[in-house]
């Protein structure tokens, strides 16, 4: 069973541009979690999607956005890029019986320069 | 809020010894704990998890113990390799209509095995 993957596994963009980023959930998974591991800052959840709907949000500000798309995938995206969204972003996705564990993709590396 | 905390790093151990993480957690209702690893360059990989009090969650050697009364779930493992060196996570979710909660994580503690 494929895991979840995440594309591209690494982006470097300049301060004030656009990223977006994907992530394709386990075969099953109907909710899609988004965090972000900056250094020093640990890990911050940032949205979470079930079913085609946003239904939280991190403490991140608008210009933090996304959605999930019909087969479940995810996008991110992050607009006005600035120095500090430099981190790793790591997308996991639950099913929607059982555990509910998240498991996780390998992450994307954003850089911002 | 829901909050997790954990022993602060770098713990640096020699190959064999006992290892024990501790992790304490705040919920406001019945939360599920989990440990997860994180090693050099990698996402996050599910270690164990545990999902009512009393619950044991192990693999790889690794073992936690869901402890209701003290809020606590450590990570120990008996003897540790050198291939254990990574950052471990304690976690927490909790189980709401619409699914899972986000997780809720502890800020890590980078573990160093050396032979």
């Known amino acids: 069973e494929a895991g979840v993957t995440q594309s591209p596994t690494h982006l470097i963009k300049t301060r004030g541009q656009q990223a977006t980023l994907r992530c394709s959930p386990i075969?099953?998974?109907?909710?899609v979690y988004w965090y972000q591991q900056a250094l020093g800052l640990g890990l911050q959840f940032l949205l979470w999607y079930d079913e085609g709907e946003e239904r939280n949000r991190g403490n991140f500000p608008p210009r933090f956005s996304g959605r999930q798309f019909p087969n479940y995938s995810s996008e991110l995206n992050v607009n006005a890029l600035e120095l500090e969204d430099s981190a790793l972003y790591l997308c996991a996705s639950s099913s929607p019986t059982g555990v509910y564990e998240q498991y996780f993709g390998p992450g994307t590396r954003l850089t911002v320069t | 809020g829901d909050s997790v905390t954990q022993m602060e790093g770098p713990v640096t151990l020699s190959e064999e010894a006992f290892l024990t993480i501790n992790c304490t957690y705040t919920?406001?209702?019945?939360?599920?704990l989990f440990w997860y690893v994180q090693y050099p360059g990698e996402g996050l990989q599910l270690l164990l998890k545990a999902t009512k009090a009393d619950d044991k969650g192990s693999n790889k050697g690794f073992e936690a113990t869901y402890r209701k009364e003290t809020t606590s779930f450590h990570l120990e493992k008996g003897s540790v390799q050198v291939s254990d060196s990574a950052v471990y996570f304690c976690a927490l979710s909790e189980s709401r209509n619409s699914g899972n909660t986000p997780l809720v994580f502890g800020k890590g503690t980078r573990l160093s095995v050396i032979a």
């Open positions: 075969s099953g998974h109907t909710s």
């Open positions: 919920a406001t209702g019945y939360p599920s």
